[in-house]
């Protein structure tokens, strides 16, 4: 019989039927039976506490979306959250949140964007994405571009990373406020974001370059050296330097072929690379975890060996070559396939030699064999073999100094393991894709798998033209389309090919059936 009576006991805890009902309310998403027991709740003084008055936060919040309760969910919202402040009920980043998203739709960001500014003094309450998007969404809405890019400066400060959505609104209200400094900034904070945008986010970008204020910017003067220099120094891809050119731009849609040309314009699009910092802080990383890890004698040595012999364009992993395949009775590690490898490299760099990383203990046991003698040998003469000590792990070795050289890297391992979770970098699988050369033996032919020839990637070349990559609508990357976005600059326009696909707003048919589009039409600056 105890347990009846524990159970009616419970029924009767009135925090305890509140709790029940008001958790069936916030999942049929029923505003007004909520407020009809807060209201109860609140008349019977019943005792609530965060989680009360979260769920009824959240449900406030939540409705504003439905206009016959909006007016509602804004004046319970507001209720309540002065309700919780008077009872001395802490709030938490979901309390703040909610209360953000009631001001927003009040069209009060100002409060909202104050909510989370003040959340330093409630203990443990820390800032998410979705706790700023309400005040930063409201200020592009009202076009009050300096107070959004308050609040991203904000999110930079305790390192709240924007994402698409963020930053398309920061796009949207730069250009529209005319600020064509900000627009070419989160042009490239998008491309370090993202690889595809997203359909409504390639609409913003063609709302500006079919614009008055984005025909009117730019130079056609400019230090060609110092935009080479630049594409250079960020891996390429991108330079940096600003808007090049003058006059209305073109804008297509289009699609790039397998060799990385543009069928719009017909320009060379990249395989992007790491920028100069991202690989010294990289190597740098590589090496710090590899002195902790290895005997720091040894993996100095290699270090300094590197720095006399640092003109390899190519790394093997020979261990991943060597033992490609060979899970089968009486296989073990092939040398021919890591000769096979070696050769085809120093073929097709007009006879550069690799450089293949084999751990020492691998090495004696080729050196017993008079046929594996003979090319161990041979790439030992001509400097085309490093041998790590016996206790090493030889991944630190070819990773780094594939890494330290910016070389190519042959190995079918996808550096997935503990140690390469250690390096922990955001830019890890950027700088695989445009280095990592798988390889395959197909009947003992050797197929080395290059790096792709560009880069799904937002790219703007050295004549400041643009290639933004919109999210496929298939899983088929031939269904892939670009934005290309050109105008006359210090160089020499590019004839437009055909294979253009018509974009948005005023659109005109060229003579090679590309369709392009531009704002008002302005007597350009002829080329230089």
């Not at 999942?27 to 039976?33: E, I």
């Not at 400097?383 to 070795?397: E, K």
């Not at 955001?426 to 050797?446: A, M, S």
């Not at 643009?466 to 934005?483: Q, Y």
């Amino acid at each position: 019989m105890e347990n009846p009576k524990k159970k009616k006991k419970t029924s009767q805890n009135p925090e305890a039927k509140f709790q029940f009902e008001l958790n069936s309310c916030s999942k049929a998403k029923d505003l007004r039976g909520a407020i009809s027991l807060y209201d109860d709740a609140v008349l019977n003084n019943t005792r609530l506490n965060q989680h009360h008055f979260n769920a009824l936060l959240y449900l406030c919040s939540n409705s504003v979306a439905d206009h016959s309760l909006k007016t509602t969910a804004l004046d319970y919202g507001f209720r309540v959250f002065r309700h919780m402040s008077s009872l001395g009920v802490v709030p938490n980043e979901a309390s703040v949140t909610a209360v953000a998203r009631l001001a927003a739709a009040k069209g009060d960001a100002d409060y909202a964007f104050e909510l989370v500014n003040g959340m330093g003094k409630y203990n443990n309450a820390t800032p998410r994405l979705r706790t700023y998007d309400p005040a930063l969404f409201c200020f592009c809405e009202m076009l009050d571009a300096d107070k959004a890019y308050e609040v991203e400066e904000h999110m930079n400060g305790v390192g709240v990373s924007l994402e698409e959505a963020e930053l398309a609104a920061l796009l949207k209200v730069s250009a529209r406020s005319g600020r064509a400094d900000k627009v070419y900034e989160y042009l490239h904070k998008l491309r370090s974001c993202v690889r595809c945008v997203s359909e409504s986010t390639a609409v913003v970008v063609e709302e500006w370059f079919c614009g008055a204020k984005a025909s009117e910017v730019g130079e056609v003067e400019f230090d060609v050296g110092q935009v080479r220099e630049g594409v250079l120094r960020n891996g390429g891809g991108w330079h940096g330097q600003g808007w090049i050119g003058k006059g209305d731009w073109a804008v297509n849609r289009t699609s790039v072929g397998a060799d990385g040309h543009c069928c719009c314009c017909g320009e060379q699009l990249v395989c992007v690379d790491i920028d100069d910092s991202e690989t010294e802080k990289f190597a740098g990383s590589v090496a710090g975890l590899a002195l902790e890890r290895e005997v720091k004698a040894n993996f100095s040595e290699f270090q300094a060996w590197l720095e006399k012999h640092d003109s390899y364009e190519a790394i093997v992993d020979g261990a991943n070559v060597g033992l490609y395949k060979q899970n089968f009775a009486d296989g073990g590690f092939s040398i021919s396939q890591l000769d096979c490898v070696v050769k085809e490299l120093y073929n097709q760099s007009g006879n550069k030699w690799p450089l293949v990383v084999l751990h020492n203990k691998r090495l004696r046991g080729l050196m017993e064999n008079p046929s594996s003698r003979k090319l161990v040998e041979e790439w030992m003469n001509n400097g085309a073999l490093y041998t790590t000590p016996n206790g090493s792990n030889d991944d630190w070795y070819w990773l780094f100094a594939a890494v330290k050289l910016r070389c190519l890297l042959v190995t079918n391992d996808e550096m997935r393991d503990h140690i390469f979770e250690l390096i922990g970098s955001n830019f890890f699988n950027q700088w695989k894709e445009r280095h990592q050369v798988h390889y395959t033996f197909i009947k003992g032919n050797l197929k080395l798998q290059m790096p792709p020839s560009y880069s799904l990637v937002i790219q703007e070349s050295e004549k400041g033209y643009w290639h933004v990559p919109l999210a496929p609508g298939t899983s088929s990357e031939s269904s892939i389309c670009w934005l290309c976005i050109t105008r006359p600059s210090g160089h020499d326009a590019v004839a437009t090919v055909s294979n253009g696909v018509s974009s948005c707003l005023d659109s005109q048919v060229d003579e090679n059936n590309a369709t392009s589009i531009s704002g008002k039409r302005k007597e350009r600056s002829p080329p230089s």
